[in-house]
Nanobody, 123 residues
Framework: QLQLVESGGGLVQPGGSLRLSCAAS????????IGWFRQAPGKEREGVLC????????NYADSVKGRFTISRDNTKNTVYLQMTSLQPEDTAIYFC????????????????WGQGTQVTVSS
């Protein structure tokens, strides 16, 4: 039942960086796991990274390992996705989603979704 809003997307050159934000409006935000997902045209939605309510991270995609990191600031009800060394293959709409306490391997188990923010990696 969280209201989620993503921001921070845009156009970046290959090798560049972006930081996405997912802001939530609920005082119990710290009890929720927040995941980042992405969907490119013609492709299935895939998980990127998630952060448990405990603050530990959960990995979905090996393709972003070592390049993307996830963090949360519970005082601001915000989760961040720091993306570095961006590649054209990272171009997609990025969504954040929430479920209670723990990340899930299945995106269908997330209850709340934001509207998405576009990330385009191109020269």
């Amino acid at each position: 039942q969280l209201q989620l809003v993503e921001s921070g997307g845009g156009l970046v050159q290959p090798g560049g960086s972006l930081r996405l934000s997912c802001a939530a409006s609920k005082f119990t935000f710290d009890n929720y796991a927040i995941g980042w997902f992405r969907q490119a045209p013609g492709k299935e939605r895939e998980g990127v990274l998630c952060i448990h309510a405990s603050g530990s991270s959960f990995n979905y995609a090996d393709s972003v390992k070592g390049r993307f990191t996830i963090s949360r600031d519970n005082t601001k009800n915000t989760v961040y996705l720091q993306m570095t060394s961006l590649q054209p293959e990272d171009t997609a709409i990025y969504f954040c989603a929430a479920r209670y306490s723990a990340c899930s391997s299945f995106y269908a188990r997330y209850d709340s979704w934001g509207q998405g923010t576009q990330v385009t990696v191109s020269s």
